[in-house]
């Protein structure tokens, strides 16, 4: 089963999905390709690997589907920037090479689901994109919106995309307006299809390690040698898949932004909800599927609320916006069975990153920036990134490429790079709290001691556990998000345990623990421990 994960909270896949877990690393060894990370870009990209015969060995923090990829709703959908966005920024011969990588993935996934006999409920489904307002009697929409679905619409068509505009999404009760229908998408159970990537590549050969942190890579065009807290890994390359890279210190960290982005999972009667995707077009956008929960019954799954990493402290209500949001348009919904979170890695022109890390040798490769459409990027990656390492060409190459400069998405660059440095003048603001005694049992807060920003949590037992609120990646000071427990970083979407370890990245190693007195206040001096506290 499922070990550790990435949060507190706990997704519908992991309550139903049976995933192996893999020992750690035991010593150095050699291999043809490391592979850092064991979500859905790291499995996919090693399995393809393995298939051309090479010699690979995946390592993770943490073990299989236990970060982003656990805590998806995995939807194989348009890009969440719709057609239109792309069509605007990269113009329409890019959308098309865009539309052609998206129909490539989604038939990768389904060649391997039927190769390797996965069982993760891997199924066509047509999708729908509604406008964002509440559900009308009469079903008549602002002409903004008619006009945005019908620009939606002509974009994916320029783009090859058998997209149609339809009156009302059919099947449902409730008016929802017109809608832009794209036929043919997909949904599987993510954690499903993890273990039988797992399962399949480590039938022909490959070896996974869970419970193994890497925490530097370093070498030259021939050889790299990964350096991990269970021992080093010398190989010819590396694939960083680590949903955002831990190996580029500022690079990729100003090409992209962490959001954190919300779940309900509520239970359906039956006949309750014909099988569906849904998105709308709200900024953030809800998303809406079915699942099943493990006695086989439905569960409508819908997602949004986003916000960027760090910057709620206290976002249970999110939770209750998608209950509401659900209940108005799914009025048949029972009670609320699941709620979680995970963070999605919003690119700045809306593309994501595969290919050569930038600036490093050119046997090192990244698969990141993912926004919503992680399912379908992250097998593109890993189809690029093999190509590369087979010295083959690949028609995408050029079109995701991490070296490309953000002059598509300036506006949204230079307003993430504008929201990180005013996160650095909180070291001259006050903290959350002026003193321990305001911190409630399973709560944390940031406290001001002088110059220092500490992290206090007070666990439901009372006890105190006190960190420095200086994350390690580049310095800003740490947040508390209340729900998943962990100190959430505003700058560039790194996350950390209750103890300091590392949850996500890019911060390399765990934040320093605080001695606190008697009395609850600060000692002076920070006790920092060794790179074993990398890793939860
Ligand atoms: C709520 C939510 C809904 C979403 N919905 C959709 C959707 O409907 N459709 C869609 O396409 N996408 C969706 N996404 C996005 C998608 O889930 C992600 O983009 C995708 O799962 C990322 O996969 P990954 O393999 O890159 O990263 P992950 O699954 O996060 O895997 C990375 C792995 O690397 C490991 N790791 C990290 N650092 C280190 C280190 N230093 N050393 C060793 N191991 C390390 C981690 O433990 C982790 O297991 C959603 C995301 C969320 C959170
Ligand atoms: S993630 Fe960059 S400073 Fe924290």
């Not at 001259?428 to 406290?447: F, K, N, R, Y």
Request: hydrophobic share 40%; with cysteine; aromatic share 8%.
């Amino acid at each position: 089963m499922l070990g550790a994960t990435n949060g507190s909270s706990t997704s519908v896949w992991m309550d139903t999905a049976a995933v192996p877990v893999f020992p750690p690393l035991a010593g150095d060894l050699e291999a043809g390709v490391c592979v850092i990370g064991a979500g859905i870009a790291g499995l996919t990209t090693a399995y393809l690997l393995a298939q051309e015969g090479l010699d690979v060995v995946v390592i993770d923090a943490l073990g299989v589907g236990a970060g982003e990829t656990g805590r998806t709703t995995a939807h194989f959908f348009p890009p969440d920037e719709w057609y239109g966005g792309i069509e605007h920024r990269f113009g329409a011969a890019q959308a098309r090479l865009v539309a052609g990588s998206y129909a490539h993935a989604l038939e990768l996934v389904e060649g391997i689901v039927r190769r390797e006999h996965i069982d993760c409920g891997f199924g066509r489904l047509d999708g729908y994109l509604v406008g964002a307002y509440a559900p009308r009697a009469d079903g008549i929409v602002a002409d903004s919106t008619a006009a945005r679905l019908q620009h939606e619409r002509d974009a994916a068509v320029r783009a090859g995309v058998a997209a149609d505009l339809l009156p009302a999404v059919p099947g449902l009760d409730v008016q929802l307006g017109p809608c832009v229908r794209y036929p043919g998408q997909a949904q599987f159970q993510p954690l499903q299809y993890l273990a039988g990537l797992a399962r399949a590549f480590s039938a022909r050969g490959g070896r996974i390690h869970g419970a193994t942190h890497a925490h530097r890579v370093r070498g030259d065009h021939r050889r790299q040698v990964v350096a991990t807290d269970r021992g080093a890994i010398r190989t010819k390359a590396v694939v960083v898949a680590t949903h955002t890279p831990f190996n580029d210190r500022v690079v990729m960290h100003t090409k992209q932004a962490g959001y954190r982005t919300y779940v309900v999972g509520l239970r359906l009667p039956r006949p309750g909800v014909p099988r569906l995707l849904l998105w709308d077009l709200g900024d953030p956008y809800h998303y809406v599927r079915l699942a099943q929960d493990g006695a086989g019954n439905d569960v409508l799954v819908v997602g949004g609320a986003d916000h960027k990493t760090g910057q709620d402290a206290h976002p249970a209500h999110r939770y209750d916006e998608l209950e509401r949001w659900a209940r108005a348009r799914f009025p048949m919904a029972l009670e609320v069975a699941w709620r979680w979170s995970g963070e999605v890695m919003e690119p700045a022109d809306g593309l994501p990153f595969l290919g050569r890390n930038p600036m490093d040798d050119e046997n090192v490769y990244l698969i990141t920036g993912d926004s919503g459409n992680g399912m379908t990027h992250c097998t593109i990656g890993a189809m690029l990134v093999t190509d590369l390492i087979m010295e083959r060409p690949n028609p995408w190459s050029a079109l995701y490429d991490p070296a490309r400069k953000p002059v598509h998405g300036f506006r949204e660059f230079a307003g993430e790079q504008a929201n990180v440095m005013a996160r650095y003048g909180e070291w001259l603001t006050g903290g959350a709290v002026d003193s321990v005694h305001a911190i409630a049992p399973g709560e944390g807060a940031v406290l001001r001691d002088g110059l220092r920003r500490i992290a206090v949590y007070r666990d439901p037992q009372g006890a105190l556990h006190a960190l420095s609120a200086k994350c390690t990646h580049l310095g800003c000071a740490v947040h508390w998000n209340g729900a998943e427990r962990s100190w959430d970083c505003p700058c560039h979407a790194s996350r950390f345990d209750t103890e300091g370890n590392v949850l996500h990245g890019p911060a390399p190693t765990a934040l320093a623990r605080v001695e606190l007195r008697a009395d609850a206040a600060p000692l002076p001096r920070e006790r920092r421990s060794g790179a074993r506290r990398g890793v939860r």
